[in-house]
């Protein structure tokens, strides 16, 4: 089935420390791939995506993702976090073909420790 | 430019109530998405239209209705609301499909 895997529902980090948060999908094909952040109370707001190309992308706040395709990965990186970047972040997929709507994994919960 | 306006922004319904969630948007958008989030199990798709007159079902339908008159609006009807609906609803639109805009979503809760 078609799925797509947040394997760290909760991660802490201390402030200035490095960040990786992992991202799985199962898809036939490569899909289409982005990342959300969602601050407590508010919607979502698109960090970066990866439809081809370099399999390193850059987005915004500092933070990039990598995709693997040998993996079916794309984990979202920051080198020093910020205590503003607690929040929880949303990897999604568009299938290549088919229905253009987002699926989402479960989300994984950063906090940032001062 | 407003772009995805949700209403209302907190809702408590009775079971068996009826009523509709709307979203607007001001993009020029063809897709628009309804999702609902709960704990734990990220944002599920309920339905999604491809453009007016387009919609389609997606991974939990039951229970909602949609229908799109309009390019700019999307609404989601509860039918008879049911305690399983408590949740928070987001509304997205996007130009071809892909990165999706999100509105700031209604939390619903149905007693």
């Known amino acids: 089935a078609q799925s797509v895997t947040q394997p760290d529902i909760h991660i802490t980090v201390s402030e200035g420390a490095s960040l990786e948060l992992r991202c799985n999908y199962s898809?036939?094909?490569?899909?289409?791939l982005f990342w959300y952040v969602q601050s407590p109370g508010q919607g979502l707001q698109l960090l970066l995506k990866?439809?081809?190309?370099?399999?390193l992308v850059q987005g915004i706040k500092g933070f990039e993702a990598e995709f693997k395709r040998s993996q079916s990965s794309f984990n979202l990186r920051k080198p020093s976090v910020h205590w503003s970047d607690a929040a929880e972040y949303f990897c999604a997929v568009v299938p290549d073909t088919g229905r253009r709507a987002l699926t989402f994994g479960s989300g994984t919960r950063l906090q940032v420790q001062p | 430019n407003a772009g995805v306006t949700q209403t209302p922004k907190f809702q408590v319904l009775k079971t068996g109530q009826s009523m509709t969630l709307q979203c607007a948007q001001d993009?020029?958008?063809?897709?628009m998405s309804w999702y609902r989030q709960d704990p734990g199990m990220g944002l599920r798709l309920i339905h999604y239209?491809?453009?007016?007159?387009?919609?389609d079902q997606g991974e939990v339908p039951n229970g909602y209705n949609v229908s799109r008159s309009t390019t700019e609006d999307f609404p989601l009807r509860l039918l008879s609301a049911a305690p399983s609906q408590t949740s928070v609803y987001f509304c997205?639109?996007?130009?071809?499909?892909?990165?999706?805009?999100f509105g700031s979503g209604t939390r619903l809760t149905v007693v």
């Open positions: 990866y439809f081809s190309g370099d399999t």
């Open positions: 993009m020029n958008h063809e897709y």
């Open positions: 898809y036939g094909a490569t899909p289409y």
């Open positions: 997205a639109s996007s130009l071809q499909g892909f990165g999706y805009t």
């Open positions: 239209s491809v453009g007016a007159g387009i919609t």
